[in-house]
């Protein structure tokens, strides 16, 4: 039987042990007086409103100047901050992207949010609307970085401020990575693939930057309150409504308060709401972590979260199973109102 002092002794190892190898060390990001390079609507809207309040330089980006112009009169009428607006098309990184980023350049925290979602069946969307999606929901975060970290690490290093890369993702990209395929039906298969690969573009430039003063947040909002996910309703799969309506829904202005919290802070997973913080907690992986808190609850609490996800696994498939079914039964219904019209035109 193990002496009680060896227990002891084995307890503080498994508490102090998590704080040894966090890394990257705590990090304190300052939004004021700082330019904040962002969206204009939804998520990026609300965001670049409170970064403004604490006093940030704004600078938004969209393709249409009517709704540049829009979030402009917005940001202004509410804090009283001049807006700089940028007409981008994040897809063009030699004409469009790089050109407006070295006019504005040095960016203080980076905020790439923007976003396409088209949801539909894998096996009945159009390849060139996934595609399309891929371009401006991936490639288009990675001309934005791209053409803005030289400037970020160059000002980093002048002031010895932090400075931030923040990547907006979706609670879906989390659920993904648990890789199961009920995900498909969750996220309408593109849409879900380019917020996992924005997780890994996150991950691997997260340790490429660590060095610099380059702080990198991954944010993980759910279904959110935004003109964005009105249009996605409108052509979402009955199933996938079922299913996502198991995470809730959340303001913008909250979920932008979640985010900017988690810029100023240097945390690098940045969930919104409880099941954002479980599934953070069951993907956390190889992810880094610079809170001992977040290490130790990971730690201690893999296992378990491992059991919660087995049943959100279970309601996922009986979800699944019901609407099936359901589905089957009206059509059994129709058919079998229908023979005996059949059977008289046959007559």
């Known amino acids: 039987m193990a002496s009680p002092c060896l227990l002891v002794l084995l307890l503080i190892l498994i508490l102090l042990l998590p704080l040894l190898l966090l890394w990257p060390r705590p990090a304190k990001v300052q939004l004021k007086d700082r330019h904040v390079f962002g969206g204009s609507s939804g998520i990026g809207l609300a965001m670049a409103l409170q970064a403004a309040s604490e006093g940030a330089r704004i600078s938004i980006l969209a393709r249409s100047h009517a709704k540049l112009e829009s979030a402009r009169d917005a940001i202004l009428q509410a804090t009283g901050s001049g807006v700089t607006i940028l007409s981008v098309d994040v897809q063009d990184f030699r004409w469009s992207v790089s050109q407006v980023i070295g006019e504005i350049s040095p960016i203080d925290v980076l905020v790439a949010n923007h976003g396409i979602f088209l949801p539909q069946e894998l096996e009945l969307q159009d390849l060139e609307e996934i595609r399309f999606q891929v371009e401006v929901n991936l490639m288009g975060t990675f001309h934005l970085i791209k053409a803005a970290m030289p400037g970020m690490k ?174 089957n039964s009206k059509f059994d219904i129709l058919l079998l109102n229908h023979i005996p019209s059949l059977l008289k035109c046959k007559a």
Not at 266 to 294: D, H, K, R, W
Request: charged share 15%; proline share 4%.
């Open 154 to 327: 160059q000002n980093a290093k002048n002031t010895g401020l932090q400075a931030s890369i923040t990547i907006m993702s979706s609670q879906a990209g989390q659920v993904l990575k648990l890789r199961n395929f009920v995900c498909s039906l969750w996220v309408f298969m593109d849409m879900g693939h380019t917020p996992r690969a924005s997780m890994g573009l996150a991950e691997a430039l997260r340790h490429e930057v660590v060095l610099d003063n380059i702080n990198v947040s991954l944010i993980f909002p759910p279904n959110t309150d935004t003109p964005g996910l009105a249009e996605e309703h409108k052509r979402r799969p009955e199933l996938t409504n079922m299913i996502a309506a198991s995470s809730g829904c959340m303001k913008a202005d909250e979920v932008a308060a979640k985010a900017l919290n988690g810029i100023k802070t240097g945390t690098f997973i940045v969930p919104c709401n409880f099941e954002g913080v479980m599934l953070a907690i069951a993907t956390a992986g190889f992810s880094p972590q610079n809170s001992y808190i977040g290490a130790f609850v990971e730690v201690i609490g893999a296992g378990f979260m491992r059991f919660v996800g087995l049943c959100f696994q279970w309601n996922w498939f009986r979800i699944i199973e019901k609407f099936y079914a359901e589905k």
